[in-house]
């Protein structure tokens, strides 16, 4: 965990890449979801904003 | 005195060509050169693809209405995106989606992957298997829409009559598409049927780059069957199910053509996917900004969802 958080802090494409990977497929989830509709509002932020970090964090250092 | 070789085509059409011209080519530098030989192609993609998408996205943001173009362009903000994400109906529409897309790529990989597996042995009559199991992906999805309306008419089609003889139901007393719980299942049975041949192919093409002398080398370490299974056929074919997937995936996210000829979106909503959906907005409602900031919504899902896809399928790849 705190390899995460120094990868993170020091910019590295890994940690980064996954951050933005979960927030992707929280926003899919949340955007097909069954149970919430405030869930399914808020999918598409979620999803834009990991969709653009990951475009940006691809550019990051190994 | 030594004979001349003849004069290629390459050497003929290099007198022909005008030395002026023959002089600026020399003097391009080979990055200059591949820039004109990519050229074409890359105005040819910003016409076609980004400049309409980015002409979406301004859209998205106005009220603009295609049958009234003359009408002025008034500027709504996020007020499409808030309507669309907080509508019921859209939401409905996604789980929807949601059903058939995760249903069909689970039957079709669980499916093309095995019939990959079966085919891949040899025995007679392969070849004209293969074919025969291809057959129904190379049929137009117009054809198939009615030939399986056909099937699941309740009176006259074959699907009620198996299903009567196989539990005992009466044929009439069921429609497959007419009925809310049954048609969400109907369409997924229909793409199934018509794309898991193309997962056998792209799995089957996977089957067969692992070499043999790999499966000899297990014979000879004792390996059981199940466990050449699970750690060499599955890890080496893994890369080519994914691709498979993805591809499926992203074709079922914007499944139109076989669903409106099957339901039409019916019964009420069961089966409206968001594609449906989509156009009935753009092309019968004419709301051309709310639509647009609909397409919007499922390019960024489609287009996440495919970048951590393509992560991952290069991670296998490595691997």
């Known amino acids: 965990m705190s390899a995460f958080i120094k990868g993170l802090l020091a910019l590295r494409r890994g940690p980064w890449e996954m951050l933005a990977t979960i927030l992707i497929a929280l926003g899919v989830v949340m955007l097909m979801q069954p149970f919430a509709l405030v869930l399914f509002t808020y999918s598409f932020l979620v999803t834009l904003v990991g969709t653009v970090m990951f475009i940006i964090v691809s550019h990051f250092k190994e | ?319």
């Open chain 2, 1 to 319: 005195m030594q004979d001349t070789p003849p004069a290629t085509p390459a050497d003929r059409l290099a007198r022909a060509t005008p030395p002026t011209l023959a002089r600026k080519v020399r003097g391009l530098s080979d990055r200059s050169i591949a820039w004109i030989f990519v050229a074409p192609t890359i105005l040819l993609l910003l016409a076609i693809n980004i400049f309409p998408l980015i002409w979406t996205i301004r859209l998205s943001f106005t009220n603009f209405r295609a049958n009234r173009p003359n009408e002025p362009l008034e500027w709504v903000g996020l007020r499409n995106y808030e309507r669309i994400l907080t509508d019921p109906d859209v939401w409905q529409t996604m789980q929807a989606t949601a059903h058939f897309l995760f249903w069909t790529l689970f039957f079709q990989v669980l499916l093309g992957f095995a019939l990959a597996w079966l085919i891949n042995r040899k025995f007679r009559g392969n070849d004209l298997m293969t074919t025969l199991i291809v057959l129904p992906m190379m049929l137009s999805p117009a054809v198939v829409g009615n030939f399986w309306t056909f099937l699941y008419q309740p009176q006259i089609g074959l699907i009620n009559y198996a299903v009567e003889f196989v539990t005992g139901i009466p044929a009439s007393s069921f429609t497959m598409l007419g009925s809310v719980s049954l048609a969400p299942w109907a369409i997924v049975i229909v793409d199934t049927w018509m794309w898991t041949p193309f997962v056998m192919l792209i799995c089957l093409a996977g089957l067969r780059s692992i070499p043999d002398y790999i499966y000899e080398a297990a014979e000879i370490d004792r390996a059981s069957k199940w466990r050449q299974f699970w750690t060499m056929t599955v890890p080496m074919v893994l890369p080519f199910l994914m691709l498979a997937v993805l591809f499926r995936g992203i074709e079922n996210f914007k499944m139109f053509d076989l669903v409106v000829l099957l339901t039409g979106g019916g019964p009420g909503d069961t089966t409206l996917l968001s594609s449906i959906e989509l156009k009935r907005e753009a092309f019968e409602k004419w709301r051309t900004g709310y639509s647009s900031a609909y397409a919007i919504i499922l390019f960024v899902t489609v287009f996440g969802l495919a970048s951590i896809y393509v992560k991952a399928l290069n991670k296998v790849k490595e691997r």
